[in-house]
């Protein structure tokens, strides 16, 4: 299972502080991309604020691998993988772009 991240769940708020976060300008990426894992930390903290304002980004550290698919919602069948394991930390795919995060824009230019 992949992660997808999709520009169209934040606000323009949070497509901000995105940008502020990680340095990269979210308008400027593509379908595809493959985020960093300071880019997944951001997209987490943003998600997770929503219910809790005070969280911070240190604290979106914090988040373990397990808890991403309860964050992100992943695409039926991306890729043919699975998540990482949680026993293992590791991707139990034979596809090595299936275990990452990529990000979706259907935004029209």
């Given amino acids: 299972m992949a992660f997808v991240f999709d520009i169209n769940e934040l606000d323009l708020g949070e497509l901000e502080d995105f ?5 990269i300008d979210p308008l400027t990426l593509t379908d595809g991309w493959q985020p960093t894992l300071k880019a997944v930390r951001a997209f987490v903290w943003l998600i997770k604020r929503r219910e809790d304002p005070a969280l911070t980004l240190e604290d979106a550290r914090r988040v373990k691998v397990s808890e991403l698919a309860a964050l992100v919602p992943s695409v039926a069948g991306a890729g043919g993988g699975s998540a990482p394991s949680p026993s293992s930390g590791r991707c139990t795919s034979t596809s090595s772009s299936s275990c990452g995060a990529t990000w979706r824009s259907t935004r029209k230019r």
């Fill in 19 to 23: 940008a502020e976060a990680t340095g």
